[in-house]
């Protein structure tokens, strides 16, 4: 079965740049979505088709796609920011939904 | 403003039955594909089933595939899911969630906050 692989952890201290990336074979043809979760609260989406922004979603937040990997960028990195971050795609036919493995935000 | 509430979770016994469902309000949801999404504890998410806006497609996980119906209800505002056979490997929090309007887009744009299903003997 299809999957995408992120990596579990990423820490970096407050102000600085955190780059979670999420690599699947099918990306270079179907669009990834980024999603942040809190502790005890759902998953909101955060970026969508690999590089837009919901509106309310702040600007520090953004998304890149290279070849089959598609990256999420916090600039600026706040405290507020510590969270679980899921990539999440399709296979090629959109019928069958996948998502990464997740990756804990640590904010030193 | 978009609201998903779910309902029906709780403690079932391994190879029992136990019914979720979705009250939506805000938006216009006969519009709208609509898709349960789970997360074991301390897991990540995992996709189970998603069903079309006029029930045309109905898309299932390997994993529940004929143990789980999805459905909905749209003159009621409401998606279900009928989970059978439950599995200890079925205890999650089962998130209701929106699907997101575009071609070739599958993406979840709202969700609500989760019913615990918790499958013990």
């Known amino acids: 079965s299809y999957e995408l692989s992120q990596p579990p952890s990423v820490s970096v201290s407050p102000g600085q740049t955190a780059r979670i990336t999420c690599s699947g074979d099918a990306l270079p043809k179907v669009y990834a979505y980024f999603y942040q979760q809190k502790p005890g609260q759902a998953p909101m989406l955060i970026i969508y088709k690999d590089t837009e922004r919901p509106s309310g979603i702040p600007e520090r937040f953004s998304g890149s796609s290279s070849g089959t990997t598609v990256t999420l960028t916090i600039s600026g990195v706040q405290a507020e920011d510590e969270a679980d971050y899921y990539c999440q795609s399709t296979d090629t036919t959109n019928t069958h939904v996948v998502f990464g493995g997740g990756t804990k935000l640590t904010v030193l | 403003e978009v609201q998903l509430v779910e309902s029906g979770g709780g403690l079932v016994k391994p190879g029992g039955s136990l019914r979720l469902s979705c009250a939506a309000s805000?938006?216009?949801?006969?519009?709208?594909?609509m898709t349960w999404v789970r997360q074991a504890p301390g897991k990540g998410l995992e996709w189970v089933s998603s069903?079309?806006?006029?029930?045309?497609?109905?898309f299932y996980a390997n994993s529940v595939k004929g143990r789980f119906t999805i459905s909905r209800d749209n003159a009621k505002n409401s998606l279900y899911l009928q989970m059978n056979s439950l599995r200890v490997e079925d205890t999650a929090v089962y998130y209701c969630a929106r699907e997101g309007i575009g071609v070739a887009e599958v993406y979840f744009d709202y969700w609500g906050q989760g019913s615990l299903v918790t499958v013990s003997s």
């Open positions: 805000g938006f216009t949801f006969s519009s709208y594909s």
């Open positions: 069903i079309s806006s006029s029930n045309a497609f109905i």
